[in-house]
């Protein structure tokens, strides 16, 4: 029913400023642009509900589902409000406004605690996590960033009960980091054995990996003078 109105709000928006702006709608670029913005809104939230439906309509995904309809549907009703706003005519925007918005805006972004059911979806391996990244490749190798940064949260989830497990033995809530050398301590304290040692020095470097950045030295980053061929150099003044 949102989709049908605003399918219906697009319709009367496109047909209006057509009589009223004629062929300069194609010269107020922007204009045209929030009607197009609508139609993308109205599209990604359709194609949302078609694929949760051809995937037979899982429970475990309604989270994604209601995010991507609730963002596409506030995105939609930006865009017009936006448009009704710019629009040439006032006189006009203000009756399609009244009939378009009798009592305000109708939808909202999604929230955060929606946002938050996303996001740990996202990261913690699931079906639904792995039907939504179906076809992407994922290999860790050397040159496909993606597949290196699944490797390090699989390490890093892999490490994380051998963390908790050195904090309850030394009763402190230790940070997440310098694993290696959290892991030699704990493995000279008998808290941890050679594997479960391994397992959180593969996980601090797979976690380094994934958060460097390159690093330059001053001087590879220095202007260097540009030598130009003969042809392009200017005679010396006598």
Same mark, same amino acid.
């Given at each position: ?11 009367? #928006? ?20 929030? #009607? ?44 017009? $409000? ?5 629009? *040439? ?7 399609? %406004? ?13 929230? $955060? ?11 913690? *391996?699931?079906?639904?996590?792995? %039907? ?12 496909? *960033? ?6 390090? #949260? ?15 033995? #030394? ?53 260097? *003078? ?13």
């Amino acid at each position: 029913q949102h989709l049908n109105r605003l399918s219906a709000n697009l319709a009367l #928006l496109s047909d209006v400023s057509m009589a009223v702006l004629g062929g300069s709608l194609k010269r107020r670029e922007r204009i045209s642009a929030r #009607l197009g913005d609508v139609l993308s809104q109205i599209f990604l939230a359709s194609a949302v509900l078609k694929r949760y439906d051809d995937e037979g309509r899982q429970e475990a995904d309604l989270p994604l589902v209601h995010w991507g309809v609730q963002d596409a549907m506030y995105q939609a009703e930006q865009a017009i $409000d936006d448009l009704l706003a710019n629009f *040439p005519n006032r006189f006009v925007a203000g009756a399609l %406004r009244a009939v378009i918005f009798p009592t305000g805006r109708h939808h909202l972004a999604p929230s $955060d605690k929606l946002d938050h059911k996303v996001a740990k979806i996202l990261q913690v *391996p699931s079906a639904t996590r792995s %039907r939504i990244g179906r076809g992407q490749y994922l290999a860790p190798t050397p040159h496909n *960033p993606v597949g290196l940064l699944e490797e390090a #949260l699989l390490d890093v989830m892999a490490a994380d009960p051998i963390h908790q497990k050195i904090c309850k033995q #030394l009763g402190k809530n230790l940070p997440f980091t310098r694993l290696d050398e959290l892991a030699k301590q704990a493995l000279a304290g008998g808290i941890i054995d050679n594997s479960e040692a391994a397992i959180l020095v593969k996980a601090e470097e797979s976690r380094l990996r994934s958060i460097n950045v390159d690093d330059f030295e001053p001087e590879e980053l220095a202007t260097q *003078p540009v030598k130009l061929p003969e042809k392009h150099r200017k005679p010396e003044a006598a």
